[in-house]
């Protein structure tokens, strides 16, 4: 059975920490801009607020007062 050196452990760790980033970076500048933006953004869609309960269609309001 080989002997596993601790030095080649790590370095195969960051030879593939460094790959995933490279092939994550590759991918993302295969999307078109929008999707991207969209996926990054912190702000909350329509649907988004629709999907938690908060927005309210004017036709609700109108009925309610």
């Known amino acids: 059975m ?15 920490k ?15 801009v929008e999707q991207v933006e969209e996926r990054d953004s912190p702000v909350a869609t329509r649907d988004d607020l629709e999907g938690y309960g908060l927005v309210v269609d004017s036709d ?3 009925e309610e007062a």
């Open 18 to 32: 460094k790959a995933e980033k490279a092939a994550l970076k590759r991918e993302q500048r295969g999307q078109p």
């Open 2 to 16: 080989a002997r596993v050196n601790k030095m080649s452990v790590l370095k195969r760790q960051r030879e593939r």
């Open 60 to 62: 609700e309001e109108s």
